[in-house]
C-alpha cells in the first residue's frame, strides 16, 4: 500500500479523539443526540485545527449504521463508516471549492443533486471545503438552496478565512469557531502517534515540535514526520533541530548572552555561528522573539504561562538572562524584531536583515533610539538646535577580548555562567531603582517632548533648557534666558512637568527647581567643537577642491 | 532626507529584481553528482528507500542554491522503473530515466511562473487559455514512468486563485503523485499550502567548501575564489554565474572600492559618487546577462532598458552591503572570513574612521531600505542619488 502522510493517516477518529476543540464536540455531540441538527454549519478556525476532519466525523455520525439514528459515536466499522472514510460514499459529497469556484460546479455538484433523496444513508452530507473561494455567484445560488434545504441535506462548510464568506450565507448556517491547539494537546495528539508509529520518544522533543507547530496539529505532524524522514532512531529534540532547522536553545543562549553584553563583535559573531548552522533566518528571528518573550513571563510576569513541560533549569537560566535588561527594553527589543521579520517577507538580503535586527536591539542601540525619538520631534521644529553630546555615550562598547565578556568561543558555557548578583532584586524592581543626575539627563528629552505634545506655546520656552543639579528629589533646570524661566515658573506649567517628570521617572514627588544658566557656559560648548558649522571652512575647502575657484571674499570668517 | 516615493504599492515583484540569476540548469545533472545538498538529498532519497514519500514537499533555499537542478534530479529517481539501491538511485537508462534527462518527460511537468505570477490556468482548464498542468493528468497513473511528478517553480509566485486551488490536491493527492514546491522565500506562501507540504531546507555549502570546489573544480585562483564563495554565500549556482565571466571581477572591486570611497566622501561628492553606482550597474549588467534572464517572458514583457538597468543596480546594492558589513565587522575586531579584496582591505585598515559601527550601520541600513524601494519602481537615478546623499549625509551627522 502507498504512503500516506501522517497527518491523513492519524485524522481523528471520533469525538472524543478530537483534542483542544471540547467547545466544538461538545455542541455537536449534544446536538446529535436531541436529535437537534443544524442543517448547515459553518466551520472556521485557523490552518490544521480539525475542520475538515470534524466535517467527515459530523457526516459519519449522521449516518453510522450501527445506530438507527444519528449517534455522537459513530462506530467506524460499518460500511458507511468505512465508505465515508474512504472517500467513496455517494451520499457524502466532499467539494472542493477552490478548484472549483464557478456557478456552474455549484449548480451541477449541490443545488442539482440536492433534492433528490440519499440512496443509501439517512443524510445527504454535502462537505464544501475552502469555501471562501467561491465566486460571488456561487455563493448567491447557494442561498435559497442552503436557507431551507430538504430535511435530509446537511451542508457543512469549511473555511480559513471566514471573514471572505458573504454574511447572507453566513447568517444561513451555525458558525462555530475552531481554536488553535494548545501546545498541551499538539503534544498529546503527537504522543499518540508516536505510540502507534511504535517510534520512541523524548519529552522535550515533543514539546518543540508543538512549539514550532504554532497551534496547528497537522503542522505537528509534517514537522514530526520531516523528523522521522531524517533519522531512524528515537525522536530526540537534537534530530528534531536538525530536521526542521530550529534554533537551539544552546544557540538563543550564545545570542542573547552576546546582545546583553552589548559588544558589537560579540554579537556579529554570534550571529554568523547562528547562520553558519544552517538555521533559517526567518526561524531565527522568531525563535528568539519567543525566547525574549518567555524571558519578560518568567522574569517580570513572574509566571510560567505557555512554558508548562519546560525544565526547572531552564527557567532559571531565562531569569538570569533577564536581569540583564529592563522590562522596558525587552518589550522595544521585540517590537524591533518583529519589524525585521516583517522586512525579512520582501528581501532575500536575509543575512543582512537578521544582522541588522541584532544590532538594533543590542541595549545601546535601544536606548540610543529612544533618546533619539523625542529628539528628531523637536528637530523638526528648531532645525538648529544642536543635538546633545548624550549620544555619544551610547556608542556601542567594541572590546577587544576583555574580561567583561565571557568566553564566547564555547557554545554553551550558559549553564555554569557567571553566578549573577543577586536575583531577588532584580525580582523586585524591575526599573530604574536610583535616580542620578545621568538618568536625569537622559530622560529629559522625552520629558520635555511629552510637554512639547500637551502645549504648543511650550515651544517657545522649552528647547535650550538642560539638567543641571539634582538635590534629594528637587531637579535644578537652567534655563538660557530670564523670560523662558518666568514663564515656565508659572504654577500651572511647572505642576504639569512635574506630573510628567515622575511619569517617565516612575517615581513619585519629584519637583523642579528652575535657574538661569549662568553664561550658560555648557549651552555654549556644544556647538563650538571642532566641527564648525555648515558654512564653516571644511566646507569652503571642499568646495576649492571640487570646482575650480578661488577666495574673493569670505564674510563668514571673523 | 525624505525618503524617495515608490511609485505604486503593489507588493515586491516576483523575483527579486537585481538578484543574480542562477544559470537555467539546461544540462541535466544526475542525483549523485549534484555539488552539496547533502542533506536535502539524503532526505528525499531516505524517504524514497523507505517507500515513505509523502506527496507534497516543499524545498526551500535561497536563489541560486540548485532547488531546480535538485528537484529534476530527484524527480528522476522517483520516476525510473528499475532503480537501484533499494529504489533510492536512478537507472539512468530507462525509458522515463532518459526522458526526464532530456527534459521531454511527458509525466514530469515544470510549470513556472507565466510573468510575475503562477496563474489558476495552468493548472486547471479555463476557457482561451492553454490547457491546464493537473486538468487531465493528475487522475490517471502514470504510463510511462513511475510517478507523476509536478514540478511548481517560484511557488511563492502562485496567486491567491492558485494556491487555493492546490489545497485540495496537495493534501490528499493520488498515491503516485509527487509535488514539488521550490521556493527562496517560504514565508511568501500560503500557510495552508506550507502546512500540507514537507519542508525541505536546502542550505548553501559552507563558504570553505565553496571555495575549495571553485579552486579544484572550475580552476580559480584562490583570492578569487574566495571572494565569489563569499558573495554567493555558499550557493554553487550564484557562484558559477558569477565565474562565467571574468570581468565581473572587475566590476565588483569597482563597487567596493566605491563604497569606500562612500565612506569617506564629503557631501559635494555624494552625487559624483552616486553617477558612478550607475555606472557600475550598467556595466555588471552587461557582464552577467543570461540568456535566461534576457529571454525569460517577465523580461519582454515589461521590456527593454530600464528593467535591465535595475538588474545591475541591484547587484551593485548587495554589493555595497556586502562590502559595508564587512568592514563592520573588521571596525568591530571580529575574525570573520573577509571577502574584501586585498587592495580594499588595506585601503579599510588605513583609514580606521570609516569602520565606525555608526556610519556602517546606518549606510547598511539605508542600502537594505533602497533595495525595497528598487524593486518597487523607484527611479535608478532618483535611488542612487538618495543612497549617496543619505549615506554621506547620515554620517556627517553621526560625526557631529
Same mark, same amino acid.
Not at chain 2, 542533506?39 to 528525499?44: C, I, K, P, T
Not at chain 2, 517553480?153 to 503516485?176: C, G, H, I, M, Q
Given at each position: 500500500?502507498?504512503?500516506?502522510?501522517?497527518?491523513?493517516?492519524?485524522?481523528?477518529?471520533?469525538?472524543?479523539?478530537?483534542?483542544?476543540?471540547?467547545?466544538?464536540?461538545?455542541?455537536?455531540?449534544?446536538?446529535?443526540? *436531541?436529535?437537534?441538527?443544524?442543517?448547515?454549519?459553518?466551520?472556521?478556525?485557523?490552518?490544521?485545527?480539525?475542520?475538515?476532519?470534524?466535517a467527515r466525523l459530523l457526516a459519519r455520525s449522521l449516518n453510522c449504521m450501527a445506530f438507527d439514528r444519528p449517534t455522537p459515536d459513530p462506530c467506524g466499522s460499518c460500511p458507511s463508516c468505512i465508505r465515508i472514510r474512504d472517500g467513496n460514499a455517494m451520499d457524502v459529497v466532499e467539494m472542493d471549492a477552490a478548484s472549483e469556484t464557478g456557478i456552474d460546479d455549484v449548480r451541477e455538484k449541490i443545488i442539482e443533486n440536492a433534492r433528490y433523496a440519499p440512496a443509501e444513508s439517512r443524510y445527504k452530507v454535502y462537505i464544501i471545503d475552502e469555501v471562501h473561494d467561491l465566486s460571488q455567484k456561487a455563493f448567491d445560488s447557494l442561498l435559497k438552496t442552503i436557507e431551507e434545504p430538504p430535511p435530509h441535506v446537511v451542508f457543512v462548510l469549511a473555511t480559513t478565512e471566514a471573514h471572505k464568506v458573504p454574511i447572507t450565507i453566513r447568517s444561513r448556517c451555525q458558525r462555530l469557531d475552531f481554536r488553535r491547539g494548545a501546545t498541551g494537546d499538539l503534544t498529546a495528539n503527537l504522543r499518540r502517534v508516536l505510540d502507534a508509529e511504535g517510534r520512541p520518544y523524548e519529552a522535550e522533543a515533543l514539546f518543540l515540535l508543538s512549539r514550532a507547530a504554532e497551534g496547528s496539529f497537522r503542522d505537528s505532524l509534517s514537522l514530526l514526520e520531516q523528523v522521522m524522514a531524517f533519522t531512524d532512531g528515537p525522536i530526540t529534540p537534537d534530530a528534531v533541530h536538525q530536521a526542521i532547522g530550529a534554533v537551539t536553545t544552546e544557540m538563543l543562549d550564545t545570542v542573547v548572552e552576546a546582545i546583553g553584553?552589548?559588544?558589537?563583535? &560579540?554579537?556579529?559573531?554570534?550571529?554568523?555561528?547562528?547562520?553558519?548552522?544552517?538555521?533559517?533566518?526567518?526561524?531565527?528571528?522568531? *525563535?528568539?522573539?519567543?525566547?525574549?518573550?518567555?524571558?519578560?513571563?518568567?522574569?517580570?510576569?513572574?509566571?510560567?504561562?505557555?512554558?508548562?513541560? &519546560?525544565?526547572?533549569?531552564?527557567?532559571?537560566?531565562?531569569?538570569?538572562?533577564?536581569?540583564?535588561?529592563?522590562?522596558?527594553?525587552?518589550?522595544?527589543?521585540?517590537?524591533?524584531?518583529?519589524?525585521?521579520?516583517?522586512?525579512?517577507?520582501?528581501?532575500?538580503?536575509? !543575512?543582512?536583515?537578521?544582522?541588522?535586527?541584532?544590532?538594533?536591539?543590542?541595549?545601546?542601540?535601544?536606548?540610543?533610539?529612544?533618546?533619539?525619538? %523625542?529628539?528628531?520631534?523637536?528637530?523638526?521644529?528648531?532645525?538648529?538646535?544642536?543635538?546633545?553630546?548624550?549620544?555619544?555615550?551610547?556608542?556601542?562598547?567594541?572590546?577587544?577580548?576583555?574580561?567583561?565578556?565571557?568566553?564566547?568561543?564555547?557554545?554553551?558555557?550558559?549553564?555554569?555562567?557567571?553566578?549573577?548578583?543577586?536575583?531577588?532584586?532584580?525580582?523586585?524592581?524591575?526599573?530604574?531603582?536610583?535616580?542620578?543626575?545621568?538618568?536625569?539627563?537622559?530622560?529629559? %528629552? !522625552?520629558?520635555?517632548?511629552?510637554?512639547?505634545?500637551?502645549?504648543?506655546?511650550? &515651544?517657545?520656552?522649552?528647547?535650550?533648557?538642560?539638567?543641571?543639579?539634582?538635590?534629594?528629589?528637587?531637579?535644578?533646570?537652567?534655563?538660557?534666558?530670564?523670560?523662558?524661566?518666568?514663564?515656565?515658573?508659572?504654577?500651572?506649567?511647572?505642576?504639569?512637568?512635574?506630573?510628567?517628570?515622575?511619569?517617565?521617572?516612575?517615581?513619585?514627588?519629584?519637583?523642579? !527647581?528652575?535657574?538661569?544658566?549662568?553664561?550658560?557656559?555648557?549651552?555654549?560648548?556644544?556647538?563650538?567643537?571642532?566641527?564648525?558649522?555648515?558654512?564653516?571652512?571644511?566646507?569652503?575647502?571642499?568646495?576649492?577642491?571640487?570646482?575650480?575657484?578661488?577666495?574673493?571674499?569670505?564674510?563668514?570668517?571673523? | 532626507?525624505?525618503?524617495?516615493?515608490?511609485?505604486?504599492? +503593489?507588493?515586491?515583484?516576483?523575483?527579486?529584481?537585481?538578484?543574480?540569476?542562477?544559470?537555467?540548469?539546461?544540462?541535466?545533472?544526475?542525483?549523485?553528482?549534484?555539488?552539496?545538498?547533502?542533506?536535502? +538529498?539524503?532526505?528525499?532519497?531516505?524517504?524514497?528507500?523507505?517507500?515513505?514519500?509523502?506527496?507534497?514537499?516543499?524545498?526551500?533555499?535561497?536563489?541560486?542554491?540548485?532547488?531546480?537542478?535538485?528537484?529534476?534530479?530527484?524527480?528522476?529517481?522517483?520516476?525510473?522503473?528499475?532503480?537501484?539501491?533499494? @529504489?533510492?538511485?536512478?537507472?539512468?537508462?530507462?525509458?522515463?530515466?532518459?526522458?526526464?534527462?532530456?527534459?521531454?518527460?511527458?509525466?514530469?511537468?515544470?510549470?513556472?511562473?507565466?510573468?510575475?505570477?503562477?496563474?489558476?490556468?495552468?493548472?486547471?482548464?479555463?476557457?482561451?487559455?492553454?490547457? @491546464?498542468?493537473?486538468?487531465?493528468?493528475?487522475?490517471?497513473?502514470?504510463?510511462?514512468?513511475?510517478?507523476?511528478?509536478?514540478?511548481?517553480?517560484?511557488?511563492?509566485?502562485?496567486?491567491?486563485?492558485?494556491?487555493?486551488?492546490?489545497?485540495?490536491?496537495?493534501?490528499?493527492?493520488?498515491?503516485?503523485?509527487?509535488?514539488?514546491?521550490?521556493?527562496?522565500?517560504?514565508?511568501?506562501?500560503?500557510?495552508?499550502?506550507?502546512?500540507?507540504?514537507?519542508?525541505?531546507?536546502?542550505?548553501?555549502?559552507?563558504?570553505?567548501?565553496?571555495?575549495?570546489?571553485?579552486?579544484?573544480?572550475?580552476?580559480?585562483?584562490?583570492?578569487?575564489? +574566495?571572494?565569489?564563495?563569499?558573495?554567493?554565500?555558499?550557493?554553487?549556482?550564484?557562484?558559477?554565474?558569477?565565474?562565467?565571466?571574468?570581468?565581473?571581477?572587475?566590476?565588483?572591486?569597482?563597487?567596493?572600492?566605491?563604497?569606500?570611497?562612500?565612506?569617506?566622501?564629503?557631501?559635494?561628492?555624494?552625487?559624483?559618487?552616486?553617477?558612478?553606482?550607475?555606472?557600475?550597474?550598467?556595466?555588471?549588467?552587461?557582464?552577467?546577462?543570461?540568456?535566461?534572464?534576457?529571454?525569460?517572458?517577465?523580461?519582454?514583457?515589461?521590456?527593454?532598458?530600464?528593467?535591465?538597468?535595475?538588474?545591475?543596480?541591484?547587484?551593485?546594492?548587495?554589493?555595497?552591503?556586502?562590502?559595508? +558589513?564587512?568592514?563592520?565587522?573588521?571596525?568591530?575586531?571580529?575574525?570573520?572570513?573577509?571577502?574584501?579584496?586585498?587592495?580594499?582591505?588595506?585601503?579599510?585598515?588605513?583609514?580606521?574612521?570609516?569602520?565606525?559601527?555608526?556610519?556602517?550601520?546606518?549606510?547598511?541600513?539605508?542600502?537594505?531600505?533602497?533595495?525595497?524601494?528598487?524593486?518597487?519602481?523607484?527611479?535608478?537615478?532618483?535611488?542612487?542619488?538618495?543612497?549617496?546623499?543619505?549615506?554621506?549625509?547620515?554620517?556627517?551627522?553621526?560625526?557631529?
Amino acid at each position: 500500500m502507498a504512503y500516506i502522510s501522517l497527518y491523513r493517516k492519524y485524522r481523528s477518529q471520533s469525538f472524543s479523539e478530537l483534542l483542544g476543540q471540547e467547545h466544538i464536540t461538545r455542541v455537536l455531540r449534544n446536538s446529535i443526540s *436531541a436529535g437537534r441538527i443544524a442543517h448547515a454549519y459553518l466551520f472556521c478556525g485557523p490552518r490544521g485545527c480539525g475542520k475538515t476532519s470534524t466535517a467527515r466525523l459530523l457526516a459519519r455520525s449522521l449516518n453510522c449504521m450501527a445506530f438507527d439514528r444519528p449517534t455522537p459515536d459513530p462506530c467506524g466499522s460499518c460500511p458507511s463508516c468505512i465508505r465515508i472514510r474512504d472517500g467513496n460514499a455517494m451520499d457524502v459529497v466532499e467539494m472542493d471549492a477552490a478548484s472549483e469556484t464557478g456557478i456552474d460546479d455549484v449548480r451541477e455538484k449541490i443545488i442539482e443533486n440536492a433534492r433528490y433523496a440519499p440512496a443509501e444513508s439517512r443524510y445527504k452530507v454535502y462537505i464544501i471545503d475552502e469555501v471562501h473561494d467561491l465566486s460571488q455567484k456561487a455563493f448567491d445560488s447557494l442561498l435559497k438552496t442552503i436557507e431551507e434545504p430538504p430535511p435530509h441535506v446537511v451542508f457543512v462548510l469549511a473555511t480559513t478565512e471566514a471573514h471572505k464568506v458573504p454574511i447572507t450565507i453566513r447568517s444561513r448556517c451555525q458558525r462555530l469557531d475552531f481554536r488553535r491547539g494548545a501546545t498541551g494537546d499538539l503534544t498529546a495528539n503527537l504522543r499518540r502517534v508516536l505510540d502507534a508509529e511504535g517510534r520512541p520518544y523524548e519529552a522535550e522533543a515533543l514539546f518543540l515540535l508543538s512549539r514550532a507547530a504554532e497551534g496547528s496539529f497537522r503542522d505537528s505532524l509534517s514537522l514530526l514526520e520531516q523528523v522521522m524522514a531524517f533519522t531512524d532512531g528515537p525522536i530526540t529534540p537534537d534530530a528534531v533541530h536538525q530536521a526542521i532547522g530550529a534554533v537551539t536553545t544552546e544557540m538563543l543562549d550564545t545570542v542573547v548572552e552576546a546582545i546583553g553584553s552589548d559588544d558589537l563583535r &560579540a554579537v556579529l559573531d554570534a550571529g554568523d555561528r547562528v547562520l553558519a548552522s544552517g538555521a533559517d533566518a526567518r526561524q531565527v528571528l522568531t *525563535a528568539l522573539q519567543n525566547h525574549l518573550r518567555d524571558m519578560l513571563v518568567v522574569a517580570f510576569a513572574g509566571s510560567v504561562h505557555g512554558l508548562e513541560g &519546560a525544565t526547572e533549569e531552564r527557567l532559571e537560566t531565562l531569569r538570569r538572562q533577564a536581569l540583564r535588561f529592563t522590562s522596558d527594553q525587552l518589550v522595544a527589543m521585540l517590537g524591533a524584531l518583529a519589524q525585521a521579520e516583517r522586512d525579512i517577507r520582501f528581501t532575500n538580503q536575509h !543575512r543582512l536583515v537578521l544582522e541588522r535586527a541584532l544590532w538594533q536591539i543590542m541595549p545601546s542601540a535601544i536606548s540610543r533610539q529612544a533618546a533619539e525619538a %523625542p529628539a528628531a520631534a523637536q528637530s523638526r521644529r528648531a532645525v538648529t538646535a544642536p543635538t546633545g553630546g548624550v549620544a555619544a555615550s551610547h556608542a556601542p562598547r567594541i572590546s577587544a577580548p576583555s574580561p567583561t565578556v565571557e568566553p564566547k568561543s564555547v557554545p554553551a558555557p550558559v549553564e555554569q555562567a557567571q553566578p549573577e548578583p543577586s536575583s531577588a532584586a532584580a525580582d523586585s524592581a524591575p526599573f530604574a531603582t536610583e535616580v542620578d543626575l545621568a538618568v536625569l539627563q537622559r530622560i529629559w %528629552p !522625552r520629558v520635555r517632548s511629552r510637554v512639547l505634545q500637551r502645549s504648543r506655546a511650550a &515651544a517657545a520656552i522649552f528647547g535650550s533648557e538642560e539638567v543641571t543639579r539634582l538635590d534629594g528629589t528637587t531637579v535644578t533646570v537652567a534655563f538660557p534666558t530670564e523670560f523662558a524661566r518666568s514663564r515656565a515658573d508659572r504654577p500651572q506649567a511647572r505642576q504639569m512637568v512635574e506630573s510628567l517628570l515622575c511619569e517617565e521617572l516612575r517615581l513619585p514627588g519629584y519637583t523642579v !527647581r528652575y535657574v538661569v544658566a549662568q553664561a550658560s557656559p555648557t549651552v555654549q560648548e556644544v556647538p563650538d567643537q571642532d566641527q564648525p558649522g555648515p558654512a564653516g571652512s571644511a566646507l569652503l575647502q571642499q568646495v576649492l577642491v571640487e570646482f575650480p575657484a578661488a577666495v574673493v571674499d569670505d564674510q563668514d570668517a571673523q | 532626507m525624505v525618503e524617495p516615493a515608490s511609485r505604486s504599492r +503593489r507588493p515586491a515583484k516576483s523575483r527579486e529584481i537585481g538578484e543574480i540569476p542562477p544559470p537555467r540548469p539546461v544540462d541535466f545533472v544526475p542525483l549523485d553528482r549534484i555539488v552539496g545538498l547533502d542533506a536535502a +538529498r539524503s532526505v528525499l532519497t531516505g524517504a524514497l528507500r523507505r517507500n515513505a514519500l509523502a506527496g507534497t514537499y516543499l524545498l526551500k533555499g535561497p536563489t541560486g542554491v540548485g532547488k531546480t537542478t535538485l528537484a529534476r534530479a530527484f524527480a528522476q529517481a522517483a520516476t525510473c522503473t528499475s532503480p537501484a539501491d533499494d @529504489g533510492g538511485i536512478a537507472c539512468g537508462s530507462c525509458m522515463s530515466c532518459t526522458l526526464v534527462a532530456r527534459g521531454t518527460h511527458p509525466e514530469v511537468l515544470l510549470i513556472s511562473p507565466s510573468g510575475d505570477q503562477t496563474q489558476i490556468w495552468q493548472f486547471w482548464d479555463r476557457p482561451g487559455k492553454p490547457p @491546464g498542468a493537473l486538468e487531465r493528468t493528475l487522475p490517471f497513473s502514470p504510463s510511462v514512468g513511475a510517478r507523476r511528478v509536478y514540478i511548481i517553480e517560484r511557488a511563492d509566485t502562485l496567486n491567491a486563485a492558485a494556491s487555493n486551488s492546490l489545497l485540495k490536491v496537495l493534501e490528499e493527492p493520488p498515491a503516485y503523485a509527487l509535488f514539488l514546491l521550490l521556493t527562496p522565500n517560504a514565508e511568501r506562501l500560503l500557510p495552508t499550502v506550507v502546512s500540507r507540504s514537507q519542508v525541505v531546507t536546502l542550505s548553501p555549502l559552507p563558504v570553505d567548501e565553496l571555495e575549495q570546489w571553485l579552486v579544484e573544480a572550475e580552476g580559480l585562483e584562490p583570492h578569487r575564489a +574566495r571572494l565569489i564563495a563569499t558573495l554567493s554565500e555558499g550557493r554553487v549556482g550564484t557562484a558559477r554565474q558569477l565565474t562565467s565571466d571574468a570581468g565581473v571581477y572587475e566590476h565588483v572591486e569597482a563597487a567596493m572600492n566605491l563604497t569606500l570611497q562612500l565612506l569617506q566622501a564629503t557631501p559635494l561628492r555624494a552625487l559624483k559618487l552616486s553617477e558612478q553606482m550607475r555606472q557600475i550597474g550598467a556595466q555588471l549588467d552587461k557582464t552577467t546577462q543570461s540568456g535566461d534572464e534576457a529571454s525569460s517572458p517577465a523580461d519582454s514583457e515589461s521590456g527593454g532598458r530600464p528593467r535591465v538597468e535595475r538588474r545591475g543596480l541591484g547587484m551593485v546594492l548587495d554589493l555595497m552591503a556586502f562590502t559595508l +558589513r564587512d568592514v563592520l565587522a573588521l571596525g568591530a575586531g571580529s575574525e570573520r572570513a573577509y571577502a574584501l579584496s586585498p587592495e580594499c582591505l588595506s585601503a579599510a585598515r588605513s583609514h580606521p574612521e570609516t569602520a565606525l559601527p555608526d556610519r556602517c550601520m546606518h549606510a547598511i541600513d539605508v542600502l537594505l531600505r533602497a533595495r525595497r524601494r528598487l524593486d518597487q519602481n523607484v527611479p535608478p537615478n532618483l535611488l542612487t542619488d538618495w543612497i549617496t546623499t543619505s549615506i554621506v549625509v547620515g554620517q556627517n551627522r553621526a560625526h557631529t
